[in-house]
């Protein structure tokens, strides 16, 4: 593999570059990675959680979400809780492997390589940083992988499509520029896009009246409903 060399066991590589990497269930590493993690979930990723265990969100952000906002942060992060077993396991790993394999967030998906994003007129450009960590036993098999193509069997193409909608407000440039939002912006923030179930429910019993025309569509689906959580966002912070 080549690549230009970034702090750590961290390499940033092209979308067409090759290394080998594969991982599966005979890995003596296997949920190795499922434990001692900071995993960072998007609304999409909250989206999927749903629709994996059945819960509500308010239900989720009770039993398996934590929430954070720092002072330094202009957004709160929300993180899936980890279990108090002396490895900080996943709450959703077992001895066969993610519970809720068909569902899990974008970040699970995405390991061991990192994605991020730049836009401008022309869109959005993506990088991608490969992560070796030395547990990691998935880099010692043959299969030749390039980003494109492991990003591609991962099905991250929803994922992807969401997130950016998502960076394109927490990266805004008023944003950057130092807009300063408001505890009701921040909280309406956390409604729309992490918090579905609630934000339907308000929406159809008028507690908050949008600035923009509700599509029916959005009273039976979810990605409906969270793509007019991003316009709504969007529409309120920066009059988009
Ligand atoms: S959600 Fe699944 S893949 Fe992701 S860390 Fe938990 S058990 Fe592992
Ligand atoms: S540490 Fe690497 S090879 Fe092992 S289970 Fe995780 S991703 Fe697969």
Redesign the pocket.
């Known amino acids: 593999m080549s690549g230009k060399q970034i702090p750590g066991q961290l390499s940033r590589i092209s979308p067409g570059e090759v290394f080998s990497f594969l991982?599966h269930d005979r890995?003596s590493?296997?949920?190795?990675?499922c434990r001692e993690l900071e995993l960072v979930l998007t609304p999409y990723d909250v989206l999927r959680l749903r629709l994996a265990t059945g819960l509500s969100s308010s239900e989720l952000h009770e039993g398996y979400i934590i929430e954070e906002l720092t002072p330094e942060d202009t957004f709160p992060r929300f993180y899936l809780t980890m279990v108090d077993d002396g490895k900080a396991s996943c709450v959703f790993v077992n001895d066969a492997g993610c519970s809720i394999y068909l569902h899990r967030p974008g970040a699970c998906r995405t390991?061991?390589l990192g994605r991020g994003t730049t836009r401008d007129e022309s869109g959005v450009h993506e990088q991608f940083i490969l992560l070796q960590e030395p547990?990691?036993?998935?880099f010692q098999e043959t299969t030749v992988q390039t980003a494109q193509r492991f990003m591609k069997s991962q099905e991250l193409e929803t994922f992807n499509r969401f997130n950016d909608r998502l960076t394109a407000i927490t990266q805004h440039r008023k944003i950057k520029d130092g807009l300063e939002l408001t505890n009701e912006h921040i909280s309406l923030y956390r409604l729309a896009l992490y918090d579905l179930d609630n934000f339907r429910a308000q929406l159809a019993d008028k507690r908050i009246e949008p600035p923009l025309d509700i599509p029916e569509v959005v009273y039976e689906d979810d990605e409906k409903l969270l793509e007019f959580g991003l316009q709504f966002i969007e529409r309120l912070f920066f009059d988009l």
Do not use: A, M
């Not at 547990?135 to 998935?138: A, L």
């Open positions: 991982c890995v590493c296997f949920t190795h990675c390991y061991p547990h990691c036993q998935g």
